[in-house]
């Protein structure tokens, strides 16, 4: 399944809700309910392969709590509603990306540890000029 599937998948099994928004809208925003929220949860994924869904569990963090997606910034419900199901596909897209692969731990190569030890030398002799006379001197 390609993440644009899972995420229409998810926004049909999803709890829509909306609410009054603030912002700009003048008389029309103290009518209209504008702001729009998307409320996933574990049950949400009972259709998709198990693969898919432990992925998606462990990415989301539904595991600890409900993903609350809401947008108000728009006048329309419509648009609003877009803004989320962006938002929603990029969030599984995250999430069923494959995991970066670990950095193998490598040596230090003979230049990189000749170009330290000369610097630690040019350093120690910068801090041994700062240093006052001694008494023999």
């Known amino acids: ?29 103290d009518h209209a309910e504008t702001r729009v929220e998307l409320t996933l949860t574990e049950e949400d994924l009972v259709d998709l392969p198990a693969r898919i ?16 997606l809401r947008c108000g910034t728009e006048r329309s419900r419509e648009q609003n509603r877009g803004i989320v199901e962006r938002r929603l596909l990029s969030r599984v897209e995250a999430a069923l990306a494959p995991p970066a692969p670990a950095r193998r731990p490598t040596r230090p190569t003979l230049g990189s540890r000749q170009r330290r030890l000369a610097a630690k ?17």
């Not at 992925?55 to 600890?64: F, I, N, Q």
């Not at 041994?128 to 008494?135: L, M």
Request: aromatic letters at 2%; proline letters at 6%; glycine letters at 10%.
């Open 53 to 68: 869904a432990q992925r998606l569990v462990a990415g989301l963090r539904l595991d600890e709590r409900p993903l609350r």
């Open 1 to 29: 399944m390609t993440p644009r599937r899972v995420a229409e998948h998810l926004a049909a099994r999803g709890r829509w809700g909306s609410s009054r928004s603030s912002g700009p809208g003048g008389q029309r925003r």
């Open 121 to 137: 030398r040019l350093r120690s002799d910068v801090k041994s000029t700062r240093r006052s006379p001694s008494a023999d001197d």
